[in-house]
């Protein structure tokens, strides 16, 4: 239902003499009619969210990724891989339009974006990340890449529940968190690394603090000591850049029970390793790799960008890494596949098979690395 024309026009003359807005509406029946609802909606949506195509995109509760690719189309990622969105929003139909969602959205993160610094990667304070980048960097106009989280943290025993945890590997998790396990969790993009973490850290003992540093505040585990530091990018003028390497120098300075490493891409790698080999236990990290088997190259390739040779980041990752935790994404499926072992043979840094699982859940099986696993977690004994 409308206000009438009558009604409209006695609101107008009371705000017009002055009246607030309440008193102006106080005898004219306010009806929320839908349109209104929808109106309300569509103001906050083109205001200060995502705008009227992304915003019930990602409201909706089976979506994990939204893309836009400039005025060259919208996808959307909802468990059946990337579909194509229809999209009649005028904003979405222009350059200056996109260019402008992306730079509204980047402030809404606290982030900068413009030529000067035409790459943002930020985390929302609801949790959806966001990376964005302006042309020329892309061929094709402002490029906005959205990712998702629920926003309920996810237990370990919700993520069992729902076959993304072999009930088995469970509690080998948990010993992991009790025994302080030195940790890394691989995968590749959207495999579920961050999510699997956040699972994890929530089981970490409430009087012990977390210290998580990331590119963005993304993890939000269920804990109530967390602290979470940020990188800083330089400023305009090339200057005032914090790296993830002091961040994880300053951390070891800041009495962390565990240190945790959002994401490890980088040098950084060097000060983990560091840190994990010199009594800061417990530690978990992820990185990017597309098998478990391929995390001691990537190892290798990130130590040299410190300027680590082969051979030092083999001896430390060995000594310092007590597993690795493989997740996969297959179709609508995302699980933990794998746990294996570091270990340095012949010089060699190696991943050794110690759980597998399948993909349905229905399998498991034991590689040549479960007795070091289970004698580092102290459980061989009671499940030998
Ligand atoms: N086990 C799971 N069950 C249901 N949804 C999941 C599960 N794991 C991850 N997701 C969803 O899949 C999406 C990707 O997950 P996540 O961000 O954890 O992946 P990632 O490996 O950290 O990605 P990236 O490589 O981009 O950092 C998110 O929207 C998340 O909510
Ligand atoms: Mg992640």
Known sequence: ?????????????????????????????????????????????????????LAPLLENPATTDVLVNGINGVWVDQGNGLEAVQVDDPQLQSDGGVRALAVRLAASC????????????????????????????????????????????????????????????????????????????????????????????????????????????????????????????????????????????????????????????????????????TGHEGGWATIHANSAQDVPARLVALGALAGMNEATVAAQASSALDAVIHVKREGRRRFVAQVSGMERIGGELVCVEALSVSADQKELWRGSGIAKLEARLGVSEVWG
């Open 1 to 53: 239902m409308r206000y009438s024309n009558q009604q409209i026009h006695q609101i107008r003359s009371r705000l017009a003499a002055g009246t607030s807005m309440v008193h102006a509406l106080e005898q004219v029946p306010i009806m929320f009619t839908e349109e209104l609802a929808q109106l309300h909606s569509q103001v906050r949506y083109e205001l200060v969210g995502a705008g009227r195509t």
């Open 110 to 277: 606290g982030q900068r974006l413009d030529d000067a610094s035409p790459i943002v990667d930020g985390t929302f304070p609801s949790g959806i990340r966001l990376h964005a980048v302006l042309p020329p960097l892309s061929a094709q106009g402002t490029l906005i890449s959205l990712r998702t989280h629920r926003s309920k943290v996810l237990t370990v025993s919700e993520l069992v529940a729902s076959g993304s945890i072999h009930p088995e590997l469970e509690k080998y998790i948990c010993a992991m968190v009790e025994n302080r396990a030195n940790i890394i969790i691989s995968g590749a993009t959207g495999a579920g690394k961050t999510t699997f973490l956040n699972a994890v850290l929530s089981l970490v003992p409430s009087d012990q603090r977390i210290l998580i540093i990331e590119e963005s505040a993304e993890l939000a585990p269920m804990h109530p000591h967390i602290v979470h530091l940020q990188v800083r990018h330089a400023n305009v003028q090339g200057v005032g850049e914090i790296s993830m390497s002091e961040l994880v120098r300053a951390a070891m300075r800041m009495r962390p029970d565990r240190i945790v490493l959002g994401e490890c891409r980088g040098a950084e790698v060097r000060d983990v390793l560091s840190a994990l080999n």
